[in-house]
């Protein structure tokens, strides 16, 4: 079973919006935040959002701040990413990740990934 599955992925114009989704199974347990990190061919992964399964704590990454949106859906075991503005730059595969703290979450130190799910921003 995949422990985290993204959806939501899409090829949008710019200025265009999408809302990705991400799903824990039953076997992703015991974490404390949700995060969204993207990645581009030859370059590092990039911490875009992170939220407290309680919805607090949440923080951007200065390049999406005020068009992005995290929020989590407890009842559902999911988190989502509402893109609003987006910009050809924002093209990338965009994965979902879990972990016990914040901090350690936005840095890498995950407790279970996604696959991805791949976003392009183009006209």
């Known amino acids: 079973q995949v422990p985290l599955r993204e959806s939501g992925g899409d090829s949008v114009a710019p200025l265009g919006s999408l809302r990705l989704s991400c799903t824990a199974s039953d076997d992703v347990r015991d974490f404390n935040y949700w995060a969204w990190f993207r990645q581009t061919p030859g370059k590092e992964r990039e911490w875009v959002a992170l939220i407290s399964i309680r919805g607090d704590s949440e923080n951007y990454a200065d390049s999406v701040d005020g068009r992005f949106t995290i929020y989590p859906d407890n009842a559902k075991k999911s988190v989502y990413l509402q893109m609003n503005s987006l910009k050809p730059e924002d093209t990338a595969m965009y994965y979902c990740?879990?972990?016990?703290?914040?901090?350690?979450?936005?840095?890498?130190?995950?407790?279970?990934w996604g696959q991805g799910t791949q976003v392009t921003v183009s006209s």
């Open positions: 990740a879990v972990g016990p703290t914040g901090p350690g979450l936005a840095n890498g130190r995950a407790s279970y």
